[in-house]
């Protein structure tokens, strides 16, 4: 039995004590008030307080009030405790089970935070570190992030869930930092570009605050906004990029730029073990259908037989890399000790016009409107990556009409929301 299973039993047994207890005295106190218990009891008081009742009405109360030897009472307290151990019988038949994670003795064991740990991909970075044996602590506001890409881990004895938002001071223990905090698609940090930049800010300065406190390793998630509007194709990480402090997307670009500074500064000046990833387009399941990204967009007008849009020629390329990718490129940044920005993605890239095309293939029924250094240790391809992708969204989108469009979550089957590679034997929860 697992230290988490032995605790819940502990609590159920104690659980159980304390309403035995209870029933037990209620039972014995509600009889013991009624004068069942004790003979005589109510009508001597009676008597005493009233000496001028009429001796037939004494002898009819003494009548009422005396003993009668009952079962029915116990009867009564012994169905209910019948009741109340089938009950208890039936929660620790259903209690929450979790896979079957790796063991770490306490020298290979590493406390590790992930802030942003609820969102897209940092709930697939936690599932990762989770399933590696180490203790994971999420900190996250839920701006962006959903408490259900990471419920299937909540009660487990090496995780642990704060709703706190980094703009915020934290102050706790950990080994190692990675920090992923901040909405990243257009709609979410355009939403509120103030904050955004607090985020990556304010929020970024508290995260290298607490990392000089505890003398942990810092991995930030920046991002590939940072080359601005690029005019080197690809970007390398020495290329300076081509950028506009003031543009629509100047809160997201400028506040990972200022980032990128603080990591560096901190470095310098306190000497902390910082890793920066600029992070280039990725998919996969628990993004947001509605982030006005690409895949996902092309994906959902595909599942909704609507045309897929295109702006521009669509000549212009992208790459994509899918989540799992990623996270396995994080961690081994994590590992190394490079120290200069790394760009992690994925090196072939596509034309919109032929991305669309993919995307028409694979589900069908839809038609195509016009509108006028990279990671290179990608293992998952493009097809595989997008019908993973695909039968999320399209769980997603019954889900919600199931729902009225409610966000309510139920467990469902994960069977086509494989993991690739060396993820291919990990689990992967309920969506």
Request: proline fraction near 5%; include cysteine; glycine fraction near 6%.
């Amino acid at each position: 039995m697992s230290r988490n299973n032995f605790v819940c039993s502990k609590k159920i047994k104690m659980l159980a004590f304390i309403v035995t207890v209870f029933v037990v005295g209620s039972y014995v106190y509600g009889h013991a008030f009624k004068g069942d218990i004790v003979p005589g009891n109510r009508a001597d008081m009676q008597q005493q307080q009233s000496p001028l009742v009429h001796p037939a009405s004494q002898e009819s109360s003494r009548t009422h009030n005396k003993f009668v030897p009952s079962d029915f009472g116990a009867q009564q307290c012994e169905k209910k405790m019948k009741d109340l151990e089938e009950r208890l019988s039936n929660i620790e038949q259903e209690r929450k089970t979790y896979p079957e994670t790796k063991y770490l003795t306490y020298k290979d064991k590493k406390r590790i935070l992930v802030t942003g740990g609820a969102g897209f991909v940092g709930s697939h970075l936690v599932d990762a570190l989770m399933m590696r044996g180490h203790e994971v602590t999420v900190v996250d506001n839920f701006f962006t992030g959903r408490k259900r890409n990471i419920v299937h881990w909540i009660g487990h004895e090496n995780f642990e869930l704060l709703h706190h938002d980094i703009v915020n001071p934290l102050y706790i223990e950990v080994d190692e930092i990675y920090h992923l905090a901040s909405p990243a698609s257009p709609p979410h940090y355009m939403f509120n570009p103030v904050k955004t930049l607090k985020t990556n800010t304010l929020g970024t300065i508290n995260i290298l605050g607490l990392a000089k406190r505890v003398r942990a390793r810092v991995l930030f998630a920046s991002t590939s906004e940072v080359y601005g509007d690029p005019e080197e194709h690809p970007q390398s990480e020495d290329y300076w990029g081509h950028v506009n402090p003031i543009g629509p997307r100047a809160c997201y670009d400028e506040g990972k730029r200022v980032a990128e500074t603080l990591c560096y500064s901190y470095m310098k000046q306190d000497n902390i073990d910082v890793r920066v990833a600029r992070i280039f387009n990725t998919y996969g399941p628990r993004m947001h259908m509605n982030d006005g990204r690409v895949v996902s967009n092309f994906i959902l007008q595909s599942l909704q037989n609507e045309a897929l849009t295109i702006y521009g020629s669509g000549e212009q390329t992208r790459s994509f890399q899918y989540v799992s990718d990623l996270v396995d490129g994080l961690m081994a940044l994590m590992r190394s000790n490079y120290t200069l920005p790394v760009n992690l993605g994925n090196p072939e890239e596509h034309t919109i016009n032929e991305f669309a095309h993919i995307i028409k293939k694979i589900i069908g029924q839809c038609s195509i409107t016009n509108h006028s250094a990279v990671w290179s240790g990608y293992v998952v391809p493009m097809l595989d990556g997008l019908n993973w992708t695909i039968a999320y969204f399209r769980d997603e989108l019954q889900h919600a009409k199931r729902k009225e469009n409610f966000h309510v979550w139920e467990p469902r089957s994960a069977s086509n929301y494989k993991m690739h590679g060396q993820q291919n034997q990990q689990w992967l929860p309920h969506l």
